[in-house]
């Protein structure tokens, strides 16, 4: 079992920046895979970027360009650099973990985290 703290989230003006960070704890093997997931107003849940312990990355096409995955093994750490926002970036991240990025990609992980808002207004 995995346990994860999601931190970093707030307010932040349109074309602003914010840094969310993931710290993990538990199993290795189970966090082959981590991944931010959101869920906006009136939305279903979406991956939005995930890395495996390789290092390979994918990101959902509406973050491409704006937003970077990265992790730090040895501090069991995963972060995820949010550039130019915009209002429809607004919504609660989840930081995941699991062995597989097919379940990733679906959002049938083992393990969440409890979430951190992300609000996009001016």
């Known amino acids: 079992q995995v346990q994860l703290v999601e931190s970093g989230g707030g307010l932040v003006q349109p074309g602003g920046s914010l840094r969310l960070s993931c710290a993990a704890s538990g199993s290795m093997f189970s966090m082959n895979v981590m991944g931010w997931h959101r869920q906006g107003p009136g939305k279903q849940r979406e991956l939005v970027a995930a890395i495996t312990s390789g290092g390979s990355t994918m990101y959902a096409d509406s973050v491409k360009g704006r937003f970077t995955i990265s992790r730090d093994n040895a501090k069991k750490t995963v972060y995820l650099q949010m550039n130019s926002l915009k209002p429809e970036d607004t919504a609660v991240y989840y930081c995941?973990?699991?062995?597989?990025?097919?379940?990733?990609?679906?959002?049938?992980?083992?393990?969440w985290g409890q979430g951190t808002q992300v609000k996009v207004s001016s």
């Open positions: 995941a973990a699991d062995d597989s990025i097919g379940r990733m990609r679906q959002g049938f992980v083992s393990s």
